[in-house]
C-alpha cells in the first residue's frame, strides 16, 4: 500500500491599507507537518523602496504546513511627505503675498511723496504621495490679518478728494494686487509745498519743476514755490495773458504802461521849457 502526504497550503496577502487593494498574493504548498520555507523580507522592502510604509507584519516565524489552508496579511500605507514653506526643499508654491500700493501724484503722474506698500501673507502646504507621485495642496491660510487704513496726508498748495483710504480685510489669496493712486491738485495762486517726511524707500519727486531729493532715505520739503494764477485781458481782437503778483493784485502788464506814461511826461516837460528858453532870448 503506498501512503500519500497530505499537501497543506499558506497564502500570504500584501495590502495597500490606503486604498484596501490587494498588493499581492504568495501561495505556498507543502506536505503536512513540515516546514513553511518561506520568508517574506524581500518582498517588504521591495515595496518600501516604492514608497510603501509597513504598517504590520503579519506573517510568523515558523509556520508549518496543516491540512487546512492557512492566511497571513501584511499590510502597508501609502508613505507621505508633507511641505511647509520653512521645509520646502522642493521649492513649491507654499507663500502667496498679496499687496496694495498707495501713490501720491499730481496730474501729471509725479510722485509727490514716496509710495506706501502694504502687504498680506497666505501659506500652505503640500503632501507628497511617495508612492503615486502625486502632489496635494492645503487651502492658503492668512498669516497677518488685515491691511490697516491709511489716512491721506495734506499737502501745502495742494487739493486732495480722497481722504482716508480704508483698512482691507476680506482678501483671499487669488485677488489681484491692488494700486491706489491719491490724486492731488494744485491751488492757484498757492505755494506748493512737500512736508517733510521718512521712507525706506524714498522716492524722487518734482513739484512745479523743483525736485525732492531724498538724502539718506530722508525726503527734504522743497522750498515754498509761487503757482501764478493766470489772468487773460482783452485788448481789441487781442488776448493778453498776465501774471498777477503775489501781494499786490497788480499785472506785470500794469507797470509797463505806468512806465510808458511817465517816460512820455519827463519828454513833454523837457520839450516845454526848451521852447521857453528860446522865446525869452
Known sequence: MIYTPI??????????????????NVIVNGNDG????????PLIKQYEKAGYQLVHDGYPTNVMFSNQQQHFEIHFDEGMITYTPSN?????????????????????????????????????????NQVTGQLTYSAWYLVTNNLPMITVPDIVGYTHQLKVIAALAAVTANEPDQVVNVLYTPLPGKPATLPLTTDLQPVTATINGIPVVPVNNV???????YVPEQVTTPHGNLHTTST????????????????LALLGASISLMLGLAIDHKRSK
Open 244 to 259: 498777477r503778483l503775489p501781494q499786490t493784485g497788480d499785472h506785470h502788464e500794469d507797470d509797463l504802461w505806468l512806465g
Open 88 to 128: 520646502n526643499p522642493r521649492h513649491l508654491d507654499l507663500t502667496h503675498t498679496f499687496t496694495r500700493t498707495v501713490n501720491y501724484v499730481d496730474h501729471n503722474g509725479q510722485y509727490l511723496l514716496p509710495s506706501i506698500v502694504q502687504t498680506l501673507t497666505f501659506t500652505r502646504t503640500a503632501t507628497l
Open 219 to 225: 525726503v527734504k520739503p522743497v522750498q515754498s514755490c
Open 7 to 24: 499537501q497543506g497550503s499558506v497564502v500570504i496577502t500584501y495590502i495597500d491599507d490606503t486604498t484596501g487593494k490587494i498588493l499581492h
Open 34 to 41: 513540515t516546514l513553511v520555507n518561506y520568508d517574506p523580507q
